[in-house]
RNA sequence: GCCGAAGUGGCGGAACUGGCAUACGCGCACGACUCAAAAUCGUGUCCCGCUCGGCGGGAUGAGGGUUCAAUUCCCUCCUUCGGCACCA
């Protein structure tokens, strides 16, 4: 012989069937079927989605992609199980909508500008070109005549329509007030996309700052309690959690406060019950009263405060761990439970943008409060008992005469004795026995306190509660006569928190029993909360009330490339919004998008320059453009009719299409996106625009893909895993397999490179067996081979049906596998080529057809021959339960809940005839030991449990 | 600090309603084919022990509880990840 060659690869040769073009050939090569069966659906127009009232719709829908140029790993992740399951759901009888558009406004096209001077659009349109190639590549079910490109000016017409209805509607409104900037962007942020602990912008990374500027809002808190109704929502609890607790809602009662100046001071609190504690209150320096309540020696010292807060970032602001700071403006307000004169403060601990902007103060039960009130010697008063019944007394030793141990002893209250001192513990139904006690043994000119329960000061003549403010102060003036060294006390907080023992009974923030609170003392806490809410309201001095931590929506953005916002602002008339028939305002071509951090379109010489709408009067239009999270708030509306010219959309397709049935991306938007559009759709529906109460009715998202070193992807680590070259290497179906098989699709996993090698194997095996006829069909394949064919075949169905329902991607695929090698075990066999084994090979063919879409259809054709209709059009396969149920079953037989043997029962057997088959196996007898089962547990078809 | 999610072989993961833990795949080992390799195919692969084609014990982050029986239900703790954070 001479020397070895390696065979060459069969040259695949195209070769004409009918009006199929099928590859001629051995090899699996999707390098060839996969570009000729998309030309090929293309043509078909296969996957166009076409209203028909006789089917079932469903609209199936994956975020809108960011064309930033290159579609990466992730977008696949996203789309193409997403796709999948679209086509499963096409299979079951539903005319399925799968569309796709760009969110083609934003900044990379503005960034990329600055940087190589291509020109944003052109930029834009290119990726979106290229973009277009790579999706097409993935083999989904695009309807492509539906596409929407969000920078188009016949999208943006209509996304600024919907600003003009919204404006209209008194949902869109125009305020000055301090906003987030990002100095990278150079543009204002809403408040969603200013991201973690440094405050830093969700696109750059940079810490933002603060700027007070006049900005465009929308009142997305006018929908902010029915945000919180998920009832229409089948959405992951994770995400329902995230949107909750970003709308922040609280329970609690606005207070009015009079202050002294004449004006009322409202506030609003979650603790009504504390509000004979409030010793003082508290305004943001922004607060429009603080001007008015200062009094006018304090204005120097309020201006200078109010000022240095105005020039800190929020970072600095927000800081927990910051000490806290504020100054006396010299005011006075009035507690309208008591009539009780507390003073006015203002503190950057308070936040304008919360609330009303103001507190009362109770700092003997919030912390914060506790820490200002301590450290500028504000009065605190106790009003909420404590749960624990922690009491605290503490004897020191000069004050006290001897024998008083004893006599505690003999009470047994408890104590410890330190260097003559006492440190006493009373049970709470002992106070009144110790108050006698302590007063029989106290020296003249001594005094001893109770703190914790009950807040007793007990001195020679007699005893004093701590129950007011006037009572503190009291108190407080005499300890100082009667002691030198707690002179420089001030508060009587401040002088027993000198008292280290005393510590943890001093504060506590728990809801309670009221003390010290007039009528209401002794209501417990929900009840006092709730009572207290009804006597304000009855009195005119507020009521129940609700605050959220959930903000308007800042739109305007200082950027060029975006939707400009169609307002006029007229000297006359003031804000106009540009008449309907006037949109689009375009976005001019001719701008020089350098960052000055003003609006580009402000320093067109010409552009902004217009006349008014009503009176036709020189005016200007409004420079900023819109947040591009404004664009795909409502591009699931555009995609029912991208062309549509008289509405943002064909209401014929809204009345079928609409809801989206079933939305998958990633949970980043949790916050952002998915709050703000089912703003806008219930903005519009109240504008009777949209229709009904959610516009995505379920939710699911895709985890993420780590890079093989389980780090984040990154260009700069160099663990990118770019879909093109694995498209090249193994072709799109085994990046669709794999990418649905390597880990739980909800919760992504690093890339494995070696892992999408046995996917691909996978691909090649259905090849081989369904392409190549085996060398030897005559083995026989065994006793009722084709019934055990059969159900495998049933039960697989259910498997596959079941998960793809659930989205439980990894597992369909793993079924199929297994039925990939059930068929192989029998390949070899006389099973071979009967009617259940093509049976078979067809519904391998069916389940797999929404998973590896061109090989399915190659092989489909190859089998079913010329002229048959594309396997994206069949049926999912259904199973028969009576063929897939198993005929026998292996009970488990354990003894004392351990397994010692398994019988092989037919199904349903009873329980007399698997515990006789059970006592009759040897190795149930040892473990019995010659005992009687005391107990017997019988489950049909699964387990018997001897216990002895 | 508050809220939420998750911890199962060397790795990704499976286990439906409390009933055989580790399916499927990767990796690894051995074998077949080959001069050889790749590819492909076959066999094995949680850990420990033993009188080793079998048998016993242990293991689902740790500890406890409920139960005849717990990866699954309950409690406590640990770790990781995510969100919020002076929100009154």
Excluded at 886 to 913: D, F, H, M
Aim: net charge negative; with cysteine; charged share 25%.
């Amino acid at each position: 012989m001479g020397p070895a060659e390696s065979p060459a690869p069969a040259q695949p040769k195209a070769i004409q069937v009918g009006a199929d073009t099928i590859t001629e050939g051995g090899i699996y090569q999707p390098e060839v079927l996969e570009p000729k069966w998309q030309k090929r659906w293309e043509q078909d127009g296969l996957y166009r989605a076409v209203v028909d009232p006789t089917l079932k719709k469903f609209y199936a829908l994956t975020m809108l992609p960011y064309p930033s140029g290159d579609l990466h790993i992730g977008h696949w992740y996203a789309m193409t199980p997403s796709d999948a399951r679209a086509r499963f759901m096409r299979m079951r009888g539903y005319n399925v909508m799968f569309p796709i558009g760009f969110d083609a406004f934003g900044l990379p096209a503005e960034n990329a500008a600055i940087k190589v001077g291509v020109h944003p659009r052109k930029w834009t349109y290119a990726n979106i070109e290229r973009m277009r190639t790579q999706l097409r590549a993935m083999g989904a079910m695009w309807d492509w005549t539906r596409e929407a490109v969000s920078s188009d000016p016949e999208y943006y017409r209509w996304t600024q329509w919907f600003f003009v209805q919204l404006f209209k509607q008194g949902l869109a409104y125009k305020k000055m007030s301090p906003v987030d900037w990002c100095p990278n962007c150079n543009t204002t942020l809403a408040r969603e996309q200013v991201w973690g602990d440094d405050r830093h912008c969700e696109r750059c990374e940079t810490p933002v700052i603060k700027k007070n500027l006049d900005q465009w809002f929308f009142r997305l808190t006018n929908y902010a309690e029915e945000l919180l109704d998920f009832s229409h929502c089948d959405w992951p609890d994770r995400v329902k959690t995230l949107q909750t607790n970003w709308i922040g809602r609280s329970e609690g009662a606005r207070v009015i406060f009079q202050t002294e100046v004449g004006d009322p001071l409202e506030v609003f609190t979650t603790r009504p019950d504390t509000l004979w504690g409030a010793t003082f209150m508290v305004l943001a320096p922004e607060h429009p009263l603080v001007e008015k309540i200062t009094a006018s020696e304090n204005k120097a010292e309020v201006k200078a405060y109010m000022q240095q807060a105005v020039r800190q970032t929020d970072i600095q602001r927000e800081s927990a761990d910051k000490e806290k700071t504020g100054v006396f403006t010299g005011g006075f307000a009035v507690n309208p439970v008591n009539g009780v004169r507390i003073p006015i403060w203002i503190a950057d601990y308070v936040l304008i943008t919360y609330g009303t902007g103001a507190i009362m103060a109770v700092p003997a039960h919030d912390k914060r409060d506790f820490d200002f009130a301590m450290k500028y010697g504000l009065p605190i008063l106790p009003v909420i008992n404590r749960t624990d019944g922690l009491t605290k007394s503490f004897a020191l030793g000069k004050t006290m005469q001897p024998g008083l141990a004893d006599a505690l002893r003999a009470e047994e209250i408890p104590f410890e004795e330190r260097q003559g001192s006492l440190y006493i513990n009373i049970p709470p139904e002992k106070i009144d026995r110790y108050i006698e006690i302590a007063r029989a043994h106290l020296n003249p000119s001594s005094w001893n306190e109770i703190v914790g329960t009950r807040w007793v000061f007990i001195f020679p003549d007699g005893v004093r509660e701590w129950d007011s403010i006037d009572s503190e102060q009291e108190i407080l003036a005499r300890c100082q006569e009667l002691e030198p060294n707690v002179r420089e006390k001030r508060s009587l907080m401040e002088m027993v928190w000198g008292v280290e023992f005393y510590r943890d009974a001093l504060f506590h923030d728990q809801q309670g029993e009221l003390i010290h609170s007039a009528e209401f003392s002794g209501t417990p806490g929900a009840e006092a909360v709730r009572k207290v809410s009804e006597w304000l309201a009855a009195r005119n001095a507020g009521g129940p009330a609700v605050s959220y931590r959930l903000r308007d929506w800042l739109i305007s953005r200082q950027r060029y490339w975006g939707a400009p916002i169609p307002m006029v602002y007229c000297p006359v008339h003031g804000q106009v919004p540009v008449p309907e028939d006037q949109l689009p305002v375009l976005l001019p071509d001719d701008v020089e998008w350098k960052p000055t951090g003003e609006s580009p379109l402000k320093l067109h010489p010409t552009w902004a320059k217009t006349s008014c709408p009503v009176c036709g009067s020189p005016a200007e239009r409004d420079t900023d453009t819109m947040d591009t999270f404004v664009c795909s708030s409502w591009y699931h509306l555009r995609y029912l009719s991208p062309k549509y010219d008289r509405g943002p959309f064909d209401p014929a397709e809204y009345d079928y299409w609409m809801p989206v049935d079933c939305y998958t991306g990633g949970i980043e938007h949790a916050t952002m996106h998915l709050i703000y559009t089912r703003f806008f759709h219930k903005a519009c529906r109240d504008m009777g625009i949209t229709r009904g109460p959610e516009p995505m009715l379920q939710l699911r998202n895709q985890g993420i893909i780590l890079g093989e070193d389980s780090e984040k992807m990154s260009k700069s680590r160099g663990n990118v895993v770019a879909p093109d070259d694995l498209v090249k290497k193994y072709g799109a179906d085994t990046v669709r397999a794999y990418l649905m098989f390597f880990a739980r699709w909800s919760q992504g996993a690093p890339w494995n490179s070696q892992g999408i090698e046995g996917t691909h194997r996978w691909l090649n095996r259905v090849w081989a067996l369904l392409t190549q006829v085996p060398k030897n069909t005559s083995t026989d394949a065994g006793e009722h081979a084709d019934r055990i064919l059969s159900r495998v075949m049933h039960q697989t169905i259910r498997r596959v049906t079941r998960d793809f329902e659930n989205f439980e991607f990894n597992t369909v695929i793993s079924a199929l596998m297994e039925f990939t090698n059930t068929l192989y075990k029998y390949r070899e066999t006389s099973l071979y080529g009967t009617p259940v084994w093509e049976e078979a090979a067809d519904i391998l063919m069916l389940m797999m057809s929404p998973v590896a879409t061109h090989m399915a259809e190659e092989l489909w054709h190859r089998r079913k021959g010329a002229g048959t209709a594309s396997i994206h059009l069949q049926k999912w396969p259904t199973f028969d339960p009576a063929l897939a149920a198993e005929e026998e079953a292996t009970i488990v037989v354990q003894v004392n809940g351990k397994v010692r043997e398994r019988l092989q029962l037919p199904i349903g057997a009873g329980e007399a005839e698997a515990r006789r088959l059970a006592l009759a196996s040897d190795a149930v007898q040892k473990w019995l030991a010659g005992k009687e089962p005391r107990h017997v547990i019988y489950v049909p078809d699964k387990l018997i449990n001897l216990v002895v």
